[in-house]
């Protein structure tokens, strides 16, 4: 192990709760889909694909506005969710899990396919959304983007709670998750609510694409990885735990960093994974999760 | 065994046997029989991933690791240290027995989802030590120089030679799943399918049986693992991804997860799809894959094995 | 119950299969009608990416070789001979692409087969050609792909057109030695390109009285590298080497300016050699050094360049085809299968004399360089064939 300095550890940090940031994002698409359906849906990373390319086309190719475009993309990758779940999910007669985790595998790759040939294979880009002078913090650099992938995560996370506490449909998605025949019984359609947790989902994973576009690029094939990262973070975090989403996400983007700039890079991807096995053997619910939940469904 | 179960394993074996003949009647098929020792190779493995999947209920996304694992410990034992390969193969197989009771352990005890990023984890992690340890595994670009396999002095080196080879482990390795299945850990298994609670309190050792299944399911990976190292006479890390773990889960999916034979078909139609069918369609193939996945969960839900019951319910409705 | 269990899938199981071969033979007989007709057409195969992890090789070398074969048709073939190409995308995956080459040989029947795109797919394939004794003219870069480390002598029917890894390396470590630089990092992604590339800079550095102060290594799809550039920062190298292709190699470089680095001299691999790398690193790649082999700085060779001539030819023809800019790997299948029609051309549809003539070529005046084979040596090339560029007002510019 090297000896590194306190900015260097700063630096590190900053980087790691970025980059946790986003798989937290994803991570909590996964929850939303997953306490309605008990789907884990692997198609959640060409969700953030798709919100960064969508982006690049609205703003960067056709010009528009940075808040419309903004908005357009949401809008566009919600309807893919909604299509998702109208054309893929919901048609399949009889649900096993491991059924279902193929059906969304299958809507990957077929998400990616198209992607590559609406945008083609090279990465894109798009412009920072407020410029890309860094601002320096105690021999740390924090690029602007940044603040603003830390931010839109707070607004996601005090939106959803907003939503999931306050509104009817929120408590009408969440009578769901708890007890889906339940919440058929006292007149809650539940196919609306699975259709609407996974828009919902494709909503978020768009606003973590466009995001994180202006710091790695994005291309058609990116989503895989982002999927496994959130899925890391769920299963640390507890799975159907928003605040374990969270968690999971900010701790694997921290020890990655963190691994990478005081051990070894080559090894900094086994770290995170190595310490999620390490909390699943003591904790086989995950680090916030419910030891109920994580009973439920056989293969 | 019964009657007609022994006459559709003949049927089966004589499929096997004269594929090879018949293709090579045909020109425009002339790399089928490869394909199908490719094809062999991964039925190998999800003969036994079915068993663990399909009759006790779990998931791995871990076994493209055990693969992995034994072909390059025949790799490097082979080519690095000049050692039998036979010997490699056995070596191998009790590596991974060793690393599958130490995954399996703690392992096993997770459910559901928590298990599969448990061996998601365990695959990706051996994936990058496949990666980083250059001075062994040759890193990314993966390693040349692994010889051939000889049957005492018949050298195993034409296609037939070795389709045949493979073929025959593969129904050593089908008979014995299914007098497995057939015996009393079968049934123990089916009943932890069904319920881990009820079989336990009906005595049946859960953890054992599942830890059971586990190593003898890694076991064939291995073994596969050094059947293709030896075939290929070359290995990289790429062939033992994450992909490749969940390439062998839609195998099982879409032939049938809840049957042995279903193991077989989607081993089998999946390696051709992926390796000759789908070219035909140039850059459309990934469309197509995935629409044709979708569509086979859809419509199929007992996977490809399903549809003679289906056609049959059809017959009857007719008349 | 048991009986239940293992009775019918068995009957479906065969009927399935059955359909499946059905299919298969139905679709097969649609892809190769053309095949047995004309006699004459001399069938070369070609092994890409085309898709995949490594389809920023894979797609501009089939359509170079698309491209080219196009022309030499226009132009009566070779001979008076149809020249075909059959092209198989390997996905990057290995098992994939060895099957493809042995499709080519056992079934296409083609005299000579270029590619694979990458080095962990061609020598998957070495020893298929070497087998079949088949000419193979691989577009990947590592040496391993010529040379047999058993025998130290190259394999005998396999070559291949890029320079290797280390000839990139040796033009980089010239350039830094000249400068007087003696402390450096290096950076890599895990891909094969990366790993290759790092075995090379720290086999070399001390023959070039280098120290490698760091070796960093990030994955090919990661967000972000400014954690691998602040380390290196703390070691205050006097240059850093990075050596990647893809997305990373460009966030690199936006990190290093975000993290006031932009003083110490920067070199990329010869994976930068596209001007799409410098337009999205957006400003940051001012200064940067890479080696470059001929055919993407046509314009600014000067006219007495031997290269000068094929790299232009090239890269307007490409352009008028494809409205894109080239990129530098096209220009390996260029090479592998303009070298294999010439061959054809020489001596013919005969495997064997085709390897022999490769082998002699001298002079030949390619896209990479101008190759001269030899029994020793299946590449050709030396570290000439790379020049050393540096990025100057979003442009490449030549360094004395």
Redesign the interface.
Known sequence: M?G??TS?IL??LI??I??GS?YAMVAIGFNII?NVTDI?NFAQGEFVMLGGMSMVLFHVILGIPIIIAFLFTIILVTLVGLIVDRF?IR????P????L???T??????????A??AWG???L?LPAFSG?T?IQLFG??I?PQYLWVIGLLVVTVLILTFFFEKTIIGKAMRACADNPDAASLVGINVKKMIMLSFSLSAGIGAIAGIV?TP???M?Y??G??LA?KG??AV?LGG?GSFPGAIVGGLLIGIIE?LG??LIS??????FA??V??GV??FK???LLGNIEI?????? | MLKIQKLHIGIFAFFIISFPFVISRIPALGNYTNIMVFAGIYTIITIGLSLFIGYAGQISLGHAAFFGIGAYTSGILTARFGINPWMCLIIGIFIVSVIAFLVGAPSLKLKGHYLAMATLAFGIIVYIIFNQELEYTGGPDGMTGIPGLSLFALKLNSVEKYYFFVWGIVFAAFLFTINLIQSRTGRALRAIHASEAAASAMGINVPRFKLIVFIYSAILASLAGSLYAHYINFINPSSFDLFFAIKLLIMIALGGMHSIWGAIVGAVLITFLNYEWLHFFKEFEVIIYGAILLLVTIFLPDGLVGIPGIIKKFVKRKL | MMKKVSKKPIVKAIVVISVILLCGIFMFSCTSKKVDEKAEVYKVGAVFSVTGRASFLGDPEKKTAELIVEKINADGGINGHKLELIVYDTEGDATKCNLAVKKLINQDKVSAVIGPSISGNSMAVVPVAEETETPLVSCAASYKIVFNEETGKPYKWVFKTPQSDSMAVEAIYTNLKKNGITKIAIMSVTSGFGASGRGELLKYASEYGLTILADEQYGPKDTDITVQLTKIKGKAPEAIVNWSIGPTQVLVLRNRSDLGMNDIPFYQSHGFGSRKNIEQAAGTAEGVYCPLGACNIAELLPDSHPQKKVTMKYMEEYKAKYNEGLSSFGGHAWDALYIVAAALEAVGNDKAKIRDYIENIKGYVGQHGVFNFSPDDHNGLTKEAFNMVVVKDDDWALVE
Do not use: C, H, N, W
């Not at chain 1, 048609?91 to 009889?94: A, L």
């Not at chain 1, 096993?96 to 059924?99: A, C, E």
């Open positions: 090297d590194a300095s260097q630096q590190y980087t790691g970025t980059i986003i997953y884990i893929a048609p399949i007669r009889q096993s899990v491991l059924t985790i193929i059906a595998i299958a809507v990957s790759i077929l998400l990616k396919g198209i590559m040939f294979k090279d990465p880009d890309r860094p740390a650099v690029q994180i710091i790695s690029l291309e094939d990116r895989a990885m496994i899925f890391s299963i799975l960093s990478a700039g890079s080559g090894y900094k991807d086994a994974l190595i999620l096995l699943l053997f086989p619910s995950g994580s009973k439920i469904k056989r293969f």
